[in-house]
């Protein structure tokens, strides 16, 4: 919305293309993707002291009066025919006709006719040079007659088309302003002003100027301009920028907020905790920014066959005269050539793709869910076929403590000291111990010359006694001894998929400890939800069969689709494979440790990392801990597809009806002209029906879910579970 | 002629009513500083851009009409004459409308909220006090046209009697009726100021109401009773308005 960015029509937000209109409003250089765009965005932000926008009304008006003047001076001539002793009047009708007709038709075809006029400077005839040929020929042939006393003028049909365009134009700007108003918010990160709060008083700065530790106050109503702590106040919160759901969630003094969450209720003072333009609200409005000044490719054929329909148009209106200037007066064949040229406007095709897909990458946007551009949308739409990766996405990707297999020595000590040794490592596995012995209440053994093992594990010394633990290959080495009944314990933990990791202190192995990856729990509903869309859900994963098995179980996926034990390389080749089958893949992945596999995919969708759709590894981005949105990504990328392939199929039908019924004379010129701007807005109308979209709602999704979870509990109650499955052997 | 008496009464009463909106614009546009002759100027051209609009509305409605009753071709003169099928379904739908529009006035009906479809008419309306100060003839007279087209129970009445005469003619003379009844109020906000009992600004808008109820249980009446049109047409002394 800047006046630099030039991409997006300053009025409607859809890419301006080639066709832009540059003025300067309210001192702003702006660009407008057609003529009605720049009516309606005078109209509505120019500021009403400027003359420009005054001026703009004014001619509006005066072009209406003298139209409709013309009209009903024309409607007196068609029902009471001056005939008779009047007859001497029709010359006089018709020249106060023509000195109405003239400012008219300057007055309000001024604009097309420049519009033509750019167009031809540049080599290009576009649909306004059909409106500027048919109107100038009544015009001209209206003129004509006025001076050789014919009976019939047509300065009403100029005037009207012309008034018609305009307010059709208009009407249209108007109601893709719609779809702007829900568009706006997301592009203005960059642009938006804080409430800045120092020691003398409140500023309004601009947000990039926003500093760490700078408080800001924030009033209800208001967009949260920076990531910070709550100060001052209490309110309710909505996040669903962020995590997708709309729910208003309280927070106080001490609270962590997000950009772009909207304070609901109570105003806030808040302390900014890092750099305005480094938020993932700033990611989203850039990433939907560039999403919206993409062009799909089926907007390019759109494009395309435009460029291609006005000549034709011009060679078929111009064609339907000749061939009737042989059976009928000139007159009316003129008319029935304007009636073509005029009804054939290819507006509604252009118009078909880029409000649907907008609304569409504003919707999702406003639920965290970013897309790359239009295509990335129709594809989605279209694939059959989703790909999921284990680990971080339909897990948590943080490993548990499940089980304790010991030799009799009792489970907290052995986790005290296996605790003891991995709070001095950083890995995955390491801190699952120690949070299992943390929630538990167990104060980890304090532990000295701590040495990580590379790929093996973890030893250092207690009391003078060697503490280890790792792998088998770890007590092999240090020669430890292993009962029996544990190795295979171990051993059968592991082929079941387990992480092992045996403990041990004293020359000997006490414990084993099984490590598991636990799904999500809404992991379950969406694959459910995705099935029920008719989409095959597939698991592609690195781990070993056994794993892969059990979490395929859990969230509901047929052994049949499970791949396991499988590189990145074989994961992009049995994606390759499926393509064969199921024609369009997706892969969902967690963005971090499976990007090529992402980028490998028709469509990659990436959960919780937005910085991959700048990376351009995925091209779309569900927020953190969104995965349940997918389904709703889905259900909105398939209504988008529909709208699209509704509009384009509304615009081809009427364009060859209306052209067809034009040329066989059944279409006066002023009507077809109404049809021709009541087109275009029946297209508008259609794409604002997505707004009735249903937003996503997570409830619905895992309630099913919420009752079968509830006996492995959330994370915080795993202590209990793993008390219940100590396996004490004495 | 009658007829179209009574709706220039009823517009005359109506405008009254006007004057909550409309009467505000009157006023807003207020006077020129260049003297008397130019602000009664000023604000004949604002009540003819008004007049054209409304006049147009009424040829366009009748237009309307005249389409939706082409299969016999003949127009007929307002409240009289013998009348076909889709006439009278027409008169019936007017005339109910209209009965809705008066009860309104009443307030006897809830407000129909939102009857305009708000495709940019707010906005419009808003951003045509713009026009208000903008110096030049042309501003007044643009805002009479756009003036006009702001939604208004009043306006959407005599739209609908204005199709339901089924040809574009009697239409627009219909609304013209009906315009020019506004002038005198309209043009007396503006010169003589705001000073208007609300009590008076009443007693207008029930005057308005009658007539419009009285007119729409006419056109109703034309459509369901074959002899509505002759009682309405024999009427002795015009309409007890």
Not at chain 1, 496 to 505: C, E, L, N
Request: positive net charge.
């Amino acid at each position: 919305m800047t006046g630099q960015d030039h991409a997006l029509c300053s009025h409607c937000l859809l890419p301006v293309g080639r066709r832009a209109m540059r003025r300067t409003v309210n001192g702003e250089a702006c660009a407008f993707c057609c003529y009605g765009c720049c009516i309606a965005y005078q109209i509505k932000s120019g500021k009403t002291e400027e003359w420009e926008a005054a001026w703009l009304l004014i001619r509006l008006g005066v072009g209406g009066f003298l139209s409709m003047n013309i009209m009903l001076f024309s409607l007196l001539l068609y029902t009471d025919p001056f005939n008779g002793a009047d007859a001497a009047m029709l010359p006089w009708i018709h020249l106060l006709l023509w000195l109405l007709a003239t400012p008219a038709v300057i007055i309000l075809g001024g604009p097309f006719l420049r519009e033509t006029w750019f167009h031809a400077v540049q080599g290009r005839l576009t649909s306004s040079a059909l409106i500027v040929l048919g109107v100038g020929a009544a015009y001209l042939y209206s003129a004509f007659a006025v001076i050789e006393h014919s009976p019939k003028v047509y300065f009403d049909t100029a005037s009207m088309v012309l008034m018609l365009f305009t307010v059709g134009y208009y009407l249209d700007a108007a109601g893709r302003a719609r779809a702007a108003r829900d568009l706006q918010p997301l592009l203005a990160a960059e642009s938006e002003w804080a409430t800045v709060v120092n020691g003398d008083g409140e500023y309004r700065r601009p947000v990039r100027e926003v500093g760490r530790s700078m408080l800001v106050r924030v009033r209800p109503g208001e967009r949260i301009p920076v990531d910070g702590v709550i100060k001052e106040g209490e309110s309710h919160i909505d996040e669903a920028v962020i995590t997708g759901e709309s729910r208003q969630i309280a927070k106080g003094v001490g609270s962590d907020v997000i950009a772009g969450s909207i304070n609901l209720d109570g105003p806030l003072l808040i302390q900014s905790s890092g750099v305005a333009d480094a938020t993932r609200w700033a990611q989203i409005c850039q990433s939907v920014r560039d999403a919206l000044s993409r062009r799909s490719p089926s907007q390019r054929l759109a494009d395309t066959i435009v460029s291609i329909f006005v000549p034709i148009i011009l060679v078929l209106g111009v064609g339907t005269s000749v061939y009737w200037a042989q059976h009928l007066p000139f007159d009316r064949a003129l008319l029935i050539g304007l009636a073509v040229l005029v009804v054939a406007c290819p507006c509604a095709v252009g118009l078909a793709a880029p409000m649907a897909t907008s609304l569409g990458i504003g919707r999702l946007a406003r639920h965290g869910c970013l897309v790359r551009d239009p295509a990335t949308l129709e594809v989605l739409a279209r694939m059959r076929l989703i790909a999921f990766d284990k680990t971080g996405t339909l897990t948590s990707g943080r490993a548990r403590v499940v089980a304790i297999d010991s030799d009799g020595t009792n489970a907290d000590e052995v986790l005290a000291r296996a605790a003891g040794l991995e709070r001095h490592s950083e890995h995955g596995l390491a801190r699952a111990v120690t949070a299992a012995a943390a929630a538990r209440g167990l104060q980890p053994v304090a532990i000295r010359d701590v040495r990580v093992v590379a790929g093996r594990g973890i030893r250092g010394s207690s009391d003078g006694r060697t503490v280890a633990a790792g792998s088998a290959a770890l007590m092999h080495e240090l020669g430890w001894s292993l009962v029996p009944d544990l190795a295979e314990r171990g051993r059968s933990r592991e082929a079941s998929g387990h992480s092992v990791i045996y403990v041990g202190w004293g020359e000997r192995v006490h414990a084993v400890l099984s490590l598991d990856d636990t799904p999500l729990p809404e992991a379950r509903a969406t694959v459910e939800a995705l099935r029920h869309r008719g989409v095959r859900v597939t698991l592609l994963t690195g781990d070993l069969p056994a794993a892969a098995q059990r979490i395929a179980a859990a969230v509901g996926i047929e052994s049949g689709d499970i791949e396991a034990g499988l590189a990145p390389r074989a994961k992009c080749a049995a994606l390759d494979w499926r393509r064969h089958d199921h024609g369009l893949v997706a892969m969902v992945g967690d963005g971090l440790n499976d990007a090529p596999v992402l980028v490998g995919a028709d469509v990659g969708i990436a959960v919780g990392s937005a910085t991959d759709l700048a990376r351009e590894t995925a091209s779309v981005v569900l927020p953190l801990g969104g995965l349940w949105t997918l389904p709703w990504v889905i259900d909105v990328a398939r209504a988008v597809r529909t709208t699209i392939l509704t509009n384009l199929m509304w615009a081809f039908g009427y364009n060859l009806v209306a052209v067809g019924l034009a040329m066989v004379g059944l279409l006066q010129p002023v009507l077809a002209a109404a049809v021709m701007a009541g087109s275009s807005i029946v297209v508008v109308l259609n794409s604002l029906r997505l707004e009735r979209l249903p937003d996503p709602s997570p409830m619905s999704e895992q309630q099913s879910v919420a009752e079968a979870e509830r006996a492995p509990a959330p994370r915080s109650a795993a202590v209990a579970v793993i008390a219940g499955q100590v396996i004490q052997r004495g | 002629m009658t007829a179209h008496l009574v709706i220039f009464v009823a517009g005359f009463a109506g405008s009254f009513h006007c004057i909550g909106m409309c009467g505000g614009f009157a006023c807003a546009l207020g006077r020129d500083p260049q003297g008397r002759g130019a602000t009664v100027l000023r604000h004949l051209l604002y009540n003819m851009g008004r007049l054209t609009t409304y006049c147009f509305l009424g040829g366009l409605a009748g237009a309307l009409g005249q389409v939706i009753c082409t299969s016999q071709g003949s127009t007929v003169p307002l409240l009289s004459g013998p009348l076909d099928t889709a006439q009278r379904i027409l008169a019936i739908l007017a005339g109910l409308l209209m009965i809705a529009m008066a009860l309104q006035f009443f307030g006897l009906l809830p407000r129909l909220h939102r009857v305009a479809p708000g495709f940019g008419a707010s906005t419009l309306a808003a951003s045509m006090r713009g026009l208000l100060a903008a110096p030049g003839r042309a501003a007044p007279l643009a805002f009479g046209v756009f003036n006009g087209f702001l939604p208004c129970p009043l306006v959407y009445s005599f739209a609908a009697q204005a199709a339901s005469t089924a040809g574009a003619l009697p239409g627009f003379l219909t609304m013209t009726a009906f315009g020019l009844g506004t002038f005198p109020a309209m043009l007396l906000m503006g010169g003589v100021g705001r000073a208007l009992a609300p009590a008076w600004r009443q007693r207008g808008v029930w005057l308005a109401g009658s007539c419009i109820l009285l007119l729409g249980l006419v056109t109703v009446g034309r459509g369901i009773l074959p002899f509505a049109a002759h009682i309405a047409h024999g009427w002795p002394g015009g309409y007890p308005a």
